[in-house]
């Protein structure tokens, strides 16, 4: 999991240095195109509900857009929409 979340972070972090350098929005297809496994680092047959539960929270932990309250808006836009992206994978799953 922690791979995973560092994995996401460098992706997002090129994507802020692309945005430093002119680019006007943030782009999560790449997110959006991965394999719902993949996404969530969850390996075969571990895809049980209480399983997905654990990783949801763990994303949850680490990504709620209520844990970056007072920083600017579009943070707070970008965390929801990667929750958005989380869930779904979770629901899919």
């Not at 209480?50 to 309250?69: G, I, Y």
């Amino acid at each position: 999991m922690q791979h995973s979340l560092r994995d996401m972070a460098k992706r997002l972090a090129f994507a802020d240095q692309a945005r430093s350098q002119g680019a006007t929005t943030w782009s999560l297809d790449y997110l959006r195109s991965m394999d719902s496994g993949e996404l969530l680092g969850v390996r075969e047959g571990m895809a049980e509900n209480e399983d997905l539960s654990k990783v949801r929270r763990r994303f949850a932990n680490a990504l709620h857009p209520d844990r970056v309250r007072g920083l600017p808006a579009w943070t707070e836009a970008l965390f929801s929409e990667i929750m958005r992206i989380v869930n779904g994978a979770c629901d899919r799953k």
